[in-house]
């Protein structure tokens, strides 16, 4: 998929703006806080719909209350028009002109790189999560349903628990617990694969020692109503669920020890991108259309192997836009960020 043009109104600092673009590489730069990640983070946000709801009013310009970004693109089957409106914390979402739900929007459209990246490798367990979550919720409907109903399930079991109500649990755990059967069954399947593409990826940028990646979890399938009763009163007392997916952790190893404890900062990087190579394998496995490529602040990519590694994967996208505060050498269009103006540079 190829974005053509990509037009924002009341978009945080971005001026009112039709901003076009080509195949190839793109290299957008300017100084700091001009509005480089902001085109980005609304390109991923009307193509892939992934935001915190909590950050949601934010995009919307100072002094105003709605916002609104239009990609025009250009796919194998023709020309396809993806909308996002957003006011009073909420948005909506469309495609060719028909309101669409999460599940249906172009899911598989773009994979955001950049330096925070890390966070995943150093970060908490719920960044790890996250990470694995937003990957699972775009190649799967089914597990991003699956996920949505869970997390709505595991906030009335909480609150169950708060309220001392033991007559509640039988319900919500019963409920949970086939909710969670489901998500962690689907987490098992695509962490083969993400281990797969992972690792491999991870050899060829240059990263030392084999990547592993496994799942850490609470309880098991089989054993899911049994821990249930047996964390029963420390449940009560904590008053919230101590067992299933929103407890368990994505396990990074190097050379068999643990990344979030032994890794450097450098190997750190190398394994987020490598986890990036496997969302973009994913995606492109899933959808069979290559996902945009978005990366942000290549300038802070400063080791040579990886930024290496990432013009590889930029080149093998049909495009790719990537920021910095320097201009990059290896792009076929050049774009200058200044003031929320995006401008060619011939
Ligand atoms: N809702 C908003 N309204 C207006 N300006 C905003 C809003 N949100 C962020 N900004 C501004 O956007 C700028 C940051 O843009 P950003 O894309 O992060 O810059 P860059 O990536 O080029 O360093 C900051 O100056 C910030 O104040
Ligand atoms: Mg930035």
Request: overall charge negative; hydrophobic content about 40%; charged content about 30%.
């Amino acid at each position: 998929m190829i974005l053509r043009l990509l037009t924002t109104l009341n978009y945080r600092n971005l001026c009112d703006q039709d901003m076009a673009f080509e195949q190839g590489i793109h290299s957008i730069s300017g100084l700091n806080g001009q509005g480089k990640t902001n085109v980005l983070e609304a390109l991923y946000l009307v193509l892939t719909g992934v935001v915190d709801a909590g950050r949601l009013q934010q995009l919307v310009r100072f002094e105003e209350t709605e916002a609104y970004v239009r990609a025009t693109l250009e796919r194998d089957e023709g020309q396809s028009i993806a909308e996002v409106g957003i006011g009073r914390g909420k948005r909506l979402m469309k495609l060719d002109g028909v309101r669409v739900k999460s599940a249906e929007l172009l899911r598989g459209g773009a994979v955001f790189i950049a330096p925070e990246d890390s966070d995943i490798v150093f970060g908490s367990p719920s960044v790890r999560r996250k990470f694995l979550d937003d990957l699972l919720s775009k190649i799967s409907a089914r597990y991003a349903q699956a996920l949505d109903l869970y997390q709505k399930n595991l906030a009335q079991r909480n609150a169950a628990l708060k309220n001392d109500e033991q007559w509640a649990l039988e319900v919500f755990d019963a409920k949970l617990a086939e909710l969670g059967t489901l998500v962690m069954d689907l987490r098992q399947r695509a962490i083969q694969k993400i281990q797969k593409y992972a690792s491999e990826a991870h050899t060829r940028i240059g990263g030392r020692g084999e990547l592993g990646v496994t799942l850490q979890e609470t309880t098991s399938i089989e054993g899911y109503a049994r821990d249930f009763l047996l964390k029963r009163s420390e449940e009560f007392a904590r008053q919230s669920t101590v067992i299933g997916p929103h407890r368990d952790d994505l396990v990074l190893t190097l050379r068999g020890q643990p990344a979030s404890d032994f890794a450097s900062r450098g190997e750190a990087r190398t394994i987020a991108l490598a986890l990036r190579y496997a969302e973009y394998e994913l995606l492109f496995e899933r959808y069979q259309e290559n996902p945009i490529l978005l990366i942000d602040d290549f300038s802070a990519e400063l080791d040579p192997e990886r930024r290496t590694a990432l013009i590889e994967l930029a080149r093998r996208s049909p495009q790719a836009l990537i920021t910095g505060t320097e201009p990059l050498p290896h792009a076929e269009h050049h774009y200058r960020m200044q003031g929320g103006r995006l401008e060619r540079v011939q």
